[in-house]
């Protein structure tokens, strides 16, 4: 029985190939492509991504930016991003702007979406964890919003923290690649 539920995920699951979720506030992808790899092979370890782990260890976390082919990029998995702008001023070639940092504008390179295949409510089951945690980071701003008690929807003023993500015991909200 498991591996049948195994495969029939492995097919609803939305395939990227090549994407990779940036961390925020870069504007210019172009900046990323080209001097983020060269900050990883000097350092071994990129300044954004020591700054994010030394945040998140205060709360026995790891850091939600991760390294893999000799690129950073996102991990919400764990947690979410709280959008502190460190990652922005540790960023020593600029990638990473400090001034969409002050203007709170992470200017991602996706969108949250929920995906209907697999998210509970969708299939009449009473979840609303995504919205729980959302009015938990946003308050009254909420940017998941239910209509009924069955068919959840990410609004425009989603500011993309990705704490929605590993709370959802479904993995029904997933990273939609976007040219901003």
């Known amino acids: 029985m498991r591996n049948r539920r195994e495969l029939f995920t492995a097919l609803l ?17 172009f900046l ?15 300044p ?36 502190c702008g460190e990652c922005a001023k540790a960023c020593p070639k ?16 996706f969108v949250l979406k929920i995906n209907e295949l697999t ?12 919205k729980d ?8 701003n909420q940017a998941i919003i239910f209509s009924g008690l069955f068919y959840p929807e990410i609004q425009k003023n989603c500011i993309g923290c990705g704490e929605c993500i590993g709370a959802c015991p479904a993995r029904a909200i997933i990273l939609e690649s976007c040219e901003n």
Request: hydrophobic share 30%; charged share 20%.
């Open 133 to 140: 945690v959302c009015y938990s980071v946003l308050g009254k």
């Open 32 to 46: 990323f492509s080209k001097f983020c790899g060269q900050c990883i092979a000097e350092s071994l370890q990129a």
């Open 94 to 109: 600029g990638v990473l702007e400090e001034r969409l940092a002050k203007e709170q504008n992470p200017h991602w390179n």
């Open 48 to 83: 954004c991504v020591r700054v994010c782990e030394e945040i998140y260890n205060k709360e026995s976390k790891s850091g939600i930016l991760k390294i893999s082919h000799n690129a950073v990029y996102i991990d919400f998995e764990t947690s979410g991003c709280k959008l």
């Open 119 to 130: 998210c509970l409510a969708y299939h009449k089951t009473l979840c609303c964890t995504c």
């Open 13 to 29: 699951k939305p395939k990227q190939k090549g994407f990779a979720p940036l961390p925020p506030y870069n504007f210019n992808r």
